[in-house]
């Protein structure tokens, strides 16, 4: 059995007051885009039941093809590669939706 310690001597302490230091970060916009998308993968993948993959809608699409500074863009050229046949889509009324993994496989098989 240890012997108990004595009492420490008490201290003095000064009261710190926090400072009124802020630090100001500037974050260009595409660069939060890319933390946007991904944040939202890591939800998605998260969320998703296994083996299950949700669908996307054409902006999300644009995004991930790195459109995300130039939308408008991004949004032409997805509604090329689907009016063209190359990008596997559903509609839900007049919405486009997409699956990641059929996108992902037309990037990876380098058609243009």
Not at 47 to 67: K, N, Q
Not at 94 to 102: E, I, V, Y
Request: glycine share 10%.
């Amino acid at each position: 059995m240890t012997p108990p310690r004595p009492p420490r001597s008490p201290r003095s302490f000064e009261a710190v007051e926090p400072s009124n230091v802020g630090v100001e970060l500037a974050i260009p916009p595409a660069v939060f885009e890319l933390i946007a998308v991904r944040v939202a993968e890591l939800l998605a993948d998260r969320l998703a039941p296994a083996g299950l993959e949700g669908w996307i809608g054409v902006d999300a699409v644009a995004t991930h093809l790195g459109y995300g500074d130039d939308l408008d863009r991004g949004r032409r050229r997805v509604w090329d590669l689907k009016s063209r046949g190359l990008l596997p889509f559903r509609e839900d009324g007049r919405r486009l939706l997409f699956r990641l993994t059929d996108v992902d496989a037309y990037v990876e098989g380098g058609r243009r």
